[in-house]
Every structure is written in C-alpha cells, then in structure tokens.
C-alpha cells in the first residue's frame, strides 16, 4: 500500500471537508505543505486524527491537491480510477451515440471525481488534461482505464502544469493512432477542425456548446453579427449558418485569421463574404465608433486575463467597461452575448457588471436568458466555483 501523509485540517473547515468540499489549499490546512510531494497519496484528518478523507497531493495555481474519497479503505488505484472513469461515461452515453455532435467531455476533474484531470473526446480521440504533475502521477492507471472502458483511436494530452498552470510544450500523442490533421468533428450538426497536437489552445472551447446552437437557432436570422475574442470564429460560423447577413469577428493573435477561414470553409461558408479582423478588439470599438458602426448581435468572450501590448485586460476589473463599449455599438433592440469563464466572480456580480454598465450609459436592459456549463462540464454541489461559465443574453431597450 502507499504511504499516507496526514495532513489536519484547518479547525474552520472540517465540516466543509466533511461535506464534501475536494479542493486542499495552503489555508484550510493546518499541516505545512513543504514535504508534500506531487503524487503523495494524503489523508486528511481533524485535530483528533479522526479520518476525514483521502486524496492526492498536486501542486496547481489553485490548491496543493484533490479529494477523491470519503471512505477511509477505499484505495485510490487503477479500479477506483476505472470506476469514476465508468460512470462518467455512462452519464454520456447519448453524447456517444449522437451523429450530430462528435465532441464533448468525458471527464470532468472533481465533478466526475478526481480533480485535476479532465478528458474530452473528438470522434474517436480522447485528449487528456493533467493539471498538475501530481495528477500526472496517475497516468498509467488512466490509460488502462481507458484502454479497457473505450476503443479509442487514439490518445493525447496536455500537461498544464509548468508556472501557474501553463502548458508544457511538447509531442502530445500516448498512443494509438494519429490521425491527419485537422481532425474535423462536428457539433450540432457544424463541422470543427481540431488540431489535437498544436499547443495548448485545440481549435474549439466545448463549453460553449449551447450557448453556440443558441445563437444560431435563435438569434442570427438577418442579424449583423459582430464576434469580439473570436478565435477561431466558432460563434461567427453558427451565427452566419443561422442566417446572418454579415459577421465580423476580432481577435489579437495572427494566427485567428487563417484559423477563421479554415472554420467557415469546412462549414462551406464563403469567408470572403465575411469581416475577419486581426486586431485589437479595444482599438476595433474605437474605429467602429468612428464609422458609426452597429451591430444587431454583439458577441463578448474574452479570456479571464489578458495582456496585449497596450492593454491589461482582467475580466474582474474591466468587464464592466467592455460592456460599456458594446452597449455604443449595439442596436437598439439588439442582443448583446455577455460571456466569462472567470471563476473569481459569480453571476450575481456578473450581473452587477451588467447593470452597473447600463446605468452609466443611462441605457435600459433585459436580460433574455442565462447560461452555465453544460451537462457533460459536470460539476460538484460542494465546490460552486468550478461552475465557472457565465452567459447572459442582454436585450439593449
Ligand atoms: N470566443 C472564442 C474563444 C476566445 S479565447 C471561442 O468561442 O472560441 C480568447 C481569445 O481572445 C484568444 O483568441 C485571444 O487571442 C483573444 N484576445 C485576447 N486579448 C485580446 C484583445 N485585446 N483583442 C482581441 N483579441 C484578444
């Protein structure tokens, strides 16, 4: 059997833990972490030793380890890795046998039971996400589990552990086949080119599964669609499918340009008919104001932090003024399509952003609908914040 360090728990947090709560950081601990080891199996116990669960140590820019049973003799090997793995998938099984959509995610960290490790799937392909080496620790038991419960293709991954959960450059093929790249897969019917060994990023975010079909079945018909943080230009591809007149998508990095083009082809959508910009989408608000340009759907999506060259842009601080920015170039009675994966703030204080930007721009608003992570993004009753996903649909009155 391993060896179990006992780490005590922090007096203020024990009945949390003993809920269920699978995160482990410096401050609900008593016990110094400086021995922890990444991998180490620890068992968490109250100033009385009594046992309040087991888990492993892996050091992450959030917490020094995961939960992952409160039964005191269960061991955490290549059975328990199978049978959270096992259930996971039987709580997808429609995702599998869907021929409309060929990508979702069959393992969600702690949601599905082990923290710290997330496996999507791409038509036969599975990426593993290790976020720690400690999860990575785990390797060889999760690719047992998944040789015996699936007859994959083949299988990649993505160490995102080096500083503050970067990925780590590398040849992300395990094992199996590789296929050509792109890998096309497809998502309520609309094809995705997938690149499973090109950095970090794979061509498609699958979170926002709905909030994608929404758009296109809801809110594009004859709309003049403008997708801000657009990467790939996966929402400007559903909004031109659903009727969109015109789409102009922007993004930073150079590389969203030819990514772009490559989306609306295989969808084949003429992109020549569409505005892809490479630029800054701060700079884009000014020239667009400038033109007095507007726009009947107005997308925002940006990632939590980011830094450009004249720009720090942090969702906690500055999503009110993004806001404010697409409130000048939307319509009257146009929609504005607020998104976050910001998980330092909930949708009750997204919603104050929203309000807030409205009421300093003396503009009426309504809120259409709201969305979070969808079903296979399973997340955990314990731990509220790993339900990151924020969408709101804003009316502009
Ligand atoms: N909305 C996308 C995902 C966005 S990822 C989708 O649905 O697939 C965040 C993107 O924001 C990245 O492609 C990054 O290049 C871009 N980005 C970051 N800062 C930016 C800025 N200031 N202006 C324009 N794009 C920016």
């Given at each position: 059997?391993?060896?179990?360090?006992?780490?005590?728990?922090?007096?203020?947090?024990?009945?949390?833990?003993?809920?269920?709560?699978?995160?482990?950081?410096?401050?609900?601990?008593?016990?110094?972490?400086?021995?922890?080891?990444?991998?180490?199996?620890?068992?968490?116990?109250?100033?009385?030793?009594?046992?309040?669960?087991?888990?492993?140590?892996?050091?992450?820019?959030?917490?020094?380890?995961?939960?992952?049973?409160?039964?005191?003799?269960?061991?955490?090997?290549k059975d328990f890795?199978?049978?959270?793995?096992?259930?996971?998938?039987?709580?997808?099984?429609?995702?599998?046998?869907?021929?409309?959509?060929?990508?979702?995610?069959?393992?969600?960290?702690?949601?599905?039971?082990?923290?710290?490790?997330?496996?999507?799937?791409?038509?036969?392909?599975?990426?593993?996400?290790?976020?720690?080496?400690?999860?990575?620790?785990?390797?060889?038991?999760?690719?047992?589990?998944?040789?015996e419960l699936t007859d994959f293709k083949g299988v990649y991954q993505k160490k995102r552990f080096a500083q503050e959960g970067k990925y780590v450059e590398a040849d992300d093929f395990v094992e199996g086949t590789r296929p050509s790249f792109p890998l096309l897969v497809k998502e309520n019917?609309?094809?995705?080119?997938?690149y499973l060994n090109d950095g970090a990023m794979v061509g498609v975010f699958l979170d926002q599964r709905e909030v994608r079909k929404?758009?296109?079945?809801?809110?594009?018909?004859?709309?003049?669609?403008?997708?801000?943080?657009?990467?790939?230009?996966?929402?400007?591809?559903?909004?031109?499918?659903?009727?969109?007149?015109?789409?102009?998508?922007?993004?930073?990095?150079?590389?969203?340009?030819s990514k772009t083009i490559e989306q609306f082809s295989i969808n084949d959508i003429d992109y020549e008919a569409q505005n892809i910009i490479v630029e800054d989408v701060f700079k884009y608000f000014k020239y667009a104001i400038k033109k007095e340009l507007s726009f009947d759907l107005v997308i925002l999506d940006p990632p939590s932090f980011a830094r450009s060259k004249k720009h720090t842009f942090s969702a906690a601080k500055d999503y009110k003024?993004?806001?404010?920015?697409?409130?000048?170039?939307?319509?009257?009675?146009?929609?504005?399509?607020?998104?976050?994966?910001?998980?330092?703030?909930?949708?009750?204080?997204?919603?104050g952003f929203i309000e807030t930007a409205f009421k300093e721009t003396n503009g009426k608003y309504e809120i259409l609908e709201e969305y979070t992570l969808p079903e296979d993004f399973k997340t955990l009753r314990q731990y509220k914040q790993s339900d990151y996903l924020k969408v709101a649909f804003i009316r502009k009155l």
């Open positions: 059997m391993t060896k179990e360090i006992i780490v005590k728990a922090h007096p203020k947090y024990i009945s949390q833990f003993q809920k269920g709560f699978p995160l482990l950081n410096k401050e609900n601990v008593t016990t110094s972490i400086q021995d922890l080891q990444d991998g180490d199996i620890i068992r968490l116990v109250d100033n009385n030793n009594h046992f309040i669960a087991k888990g492993y140590a892996g050091i992450q820019n959030k917490g020094i380890g995961w939960l992952l049973t409160w039964k005191e003799h269960e061991d955490i090997d890795i199978c049978k959270k793995l096992q259930a996971a998938i039987n709580q997808r099984l429609h995702f599998y046998y869907s021929e409309d959509t060929t990508a979702f995610r069959i393992f969600n960290g702690e949601g599905d039971g082990f923290g710290g490790l997330t496996i999507d799937y791409f038509d036969g392909y599975y990426l593993i996400q290790w976020y720690s080496e400690g999860a990575y620790s785990f390797h060889e038991e999760v690719m047992e589990a998944l040789r019917g609309v094809r995705f080119a997938i929404k758009i296109r079945d809801a809110y594009s018909e004859g709309k003049r669609v403008l997708n801000t943080f657009s990467y790939t230009g996966a929402f400007s591809v559903f909004a031109a499918l659903g009727g969109a007149i015109e789409t102009t998508s922007v993004d930073l990095a150079n590389r969203s340009l003024n993004l806001l404010k920015e697409a409130i000048a170039i939307t319509e009257k009675g146009g929609t504005i399509v607020a998104s976050t994966n910001c998980s330092t703030f909930n949708m009750k204080k997204f919603k």
